[in-house]
């Protein structure tokens, strides 16, 4: 059976994430693929990906894999990305397909993922940018931010910036990255990089920055909160529309392994 790996793009505004939820009338992103890909391949599909995003949260580029009972020689010419286009909505992309080894899995084998948060930085809300974005008015202090993003880079727990609602045998985590920048003007962009990520951690620490700035705190209170382990002492998570995961890697090895379709 091969096993077919593939990236994806969307817009995650109009699905309750990338789980199917009990509750609730939004689909996932999930089984909107799943369905797509059942129908096209005409067989029941299990599909992988290398984490959740939760609802409203977009990604550029989602890394997922599923195996197929068709043979690779009937998959040869077979345009996966363009079959996938007409069955589903334009808010879901699959940009490009791979076959790869038996020893790739999606969910276990990234090294490191990246995230992106986006802020409209401006007097006035915009009526394009209110799903992609988050929006705040005040002008943004960025050096004050990048004081706060040097204190969570490295090999540290985290258990302050993690969310309920999931069991993981540990907290910590190495971040290897975290930088603010102006993106354009109005536009301001947090880009973190590192090993794992822990539920909701992003936008926890996010959130955590955007408050300090805000109250005119001293930036070292990110490294109390971060030695307090304790969710309660951090700020809110930012809002969902701002995040995006931008990149997912895994080892080299693997990738060379991967035969384009």
Not at 55 to 73: I, K, P
Not at 143 to 165: I, Y
Not at 218 to 238: C, F, L, S, W, Y
Request: charged share 25%; hydrophobic share 35%; proline share 5%.
């Amino acid at each position: 059976m091969p096993r077919i790996k593939f990236t994806v793009s969307y817009d995650g505004t109009d699905y309750c994430g990338w789980q199917r939820q009990s509750h609730g009338d939004k689909p996932s992103v999930s089984q909107t693929i799943t369905n797509g890909l059942e129908y096209v391949f005409n067989h029941k599909v299990s599909l992988f990906a290398s984490g959740r995003t939760d609802s409203g949260v977009h990604a550029l580029n989602q890394v997922c894999h599923f195996d197929t009972t068709r043979t690779e020689e009937r998959l040869k010419g077979f345009d996966i990305c363009r079959a996938m286009k007409t069955r589903l909505p334009s808010s879901i992309v699959v940009k490009k397909a791979w076959i790869a080894p038996d020893d790739f899995h999606s969910t276990l084998s990234p090294v490191k993922k990246t995230y992106r948060y986006l802020i409209l930085n401006a007097p006035q809300p915009s009526v394009f940018l209110h799903r992609y974005a988050d929006w705040i008015y005040h002008p943004l202090d960025l050096n004050f931010l990048n004081e706060c993003a040097d204190l969570v880079v490295g090999k540290k727990d985290f258990k302050s910036f993690q969310s309920m609602g999931s069991e993981v045998p540990h907290t910590v985590r190495t971040i290897e990255s975290a930088v603010w920048e102006w993106r354009r003007p109005h536009i301001a962009q947090f880009t973190i990089t590192g090993t794992g990520f822990l539920k909701q951690m992003v936008r926890n620490i996010v959130g955590t920055q955007l408050l300090l700035e805000r109250k005119k705190m001293p930036a070292r209170n990110m490294t109390e909160i971060i030695m307090a382990k304790d969710r309660k002492v951090a700020g809110p998570a930012a809002a969902p529309q701002g995040l995006y995961l931008l990149r997912v890697y895994y080892p080299l090895d693997l990738d060379n392994r991967c035969r384009e379709l």
